[in-house]
């Protein structure tokens, strides 16, 4: 039950345990942690603007399994780089707006870990992993500081995704992603004319940018 | 000179009185009783002392002519005689008795203030969180009514329809009123126990709800939709 307790560790207890080698899931145990993801779902929906998307139980579960493997490969630190390809699977599906939103309820430690790899190791191969994850699931990584342009589309297409992505941006001060032109409207939007209030160095730096 | 400690009976504070000019003496409340502390000169020794122990540098009470201290000085919260005994104005010689109530009115002022709060309906806040950002809610807290409604506070207020209310000494007034006069509101907050733990929201008629500071939450989406939800059942 390695990933369900990983999970359950992760919502309810804020820390998690992996085993000390890379292994594959038991049916058993995916069968749990899906019971567990669906739960924490429903319970996640109600945090979340407007109406969530539906949940997809693939993307969840592959996410999780994901997130996983990434904190194995940062704690043990014996793994070859070459085993990111074979361990790390890329998500086959589509990234629907029911796929991003479902992998984030695991995905969301993504920026956390991030640090936690980059403080350890800046040269990890691990690194150029995430950001690579990060520009895949733009959502997840709000906090993460992305060079490269992302494909925003799926989120700008569903307003729940779109305010959340919003409101993570701005709970990050994520800057660089404010200044991009496709979030830029949507965070001034937010925070309306109260910026000087909830956000006072936004007006700032945004109006160096734009002068 | 070492110091000298003393304890009296609570009743004694009236000779304990008599001194409180004295700038160089101290009292606390400990177990019911009143300890002092001070050089023993004439006047302290006058005090009609239940104990009495010399201090040493290392807050050892020492039984007068003894050679092992008696117990350690607790902690107490040590305050000059002035302050240990407060004066207040004598009774008035003719006391006059009100036997009538004052009812409270509310009065249209013309004071600015800003709103610190605003009443509305569950379901217009539940439709407000549902598409507001999350950095415009952060600061909020909100307490509902099994009634369905909803008291919202926190600056700046959301841009929803509703009664505003303006906060001063924890007592909430419709925007835009005050009392009728305006000196009732020392009166109250000095009569009010729970004024103290509770916020008082005025009504225009006079009438006022208790909100106790327990009955306030954060706003968040989920704690809203819950308690919208759980009202949903209760009515």
Known sequence: ?211 | MTESVITLLPADIKVLAQLRTRTDMMAAWYQDQIWVKGMADHAFRQLPALRTWKLDAFNRLFVHGALTPDLTLPGLEWQPLTEFIPVSLPASGLPAYVTSKHAVKLAPCQRDEESFAILTEMRVLETYIASAPQIRLRHLRFAASANARVLVAGVPLPPIPGTSYTLRDRLLMPAGYDFDPPVIRSLLIEKMEAARTHFLLFHVNGQYEMLPDTSFLHVTRSAVRLTAETLRHVL
């Open chain 1, 1 to 211: 039950m390695e990933l369900t307790e990983f999970i359950s560790g992760l919502i309810n207890e804020g820390n998690v345990t992996v085993a000390a080698d890379l292994l594959s899931f038991e049916e058993a145990d995916l069968r749990t942690a899906a019971i567990h993801l669906q739960q924490y779902y429903e319970d996640d929906c109600r945090e979340m603007p407007y109406t969530a998307p539906a949940l997809d139980m693939e993307a969840a579960r592959w996410a999780a399994g994901y997130l996983y493997t990434t904190v194995q490969f940062i704690l043990l630190r014996n793994l070859d780089a070459s085993l990111l390809e074979t361990h790390l699977p890329a998500y086959k599906g589509e990234r629907t707006a029911a796929a991003i939103y479902s992998a984030d309820l695991t995905l969301r430690y993504l920026p956390d870990l991030f640090l936690l790899a980059k403080g350890l190791s800046p040269e990890d191969p691990l690194i150029a992993r995430f950001y690579q994850t990060a520009h895949q699931w733009p959502f997840s990584a709000a906090a993460i500081p992305l060079t490269e342009q992302v494909d925003l589309s799926a989120i700008n297409e569903h307003p729940s995704l779109r305010q959340a992505y919003t409101d993570r941006i701005i709970q990050a001060r994520n800057l660089s992603q404010c200044r991009l032109p496709e979030n830029l409207p949507f965070v001034q939007a937010a925070l309306g004319t109260h910026a000087a209030i909830l956000w006072p160095q936004f007006d700032t730096v945004i109006n160096e940018f734009i002068l």
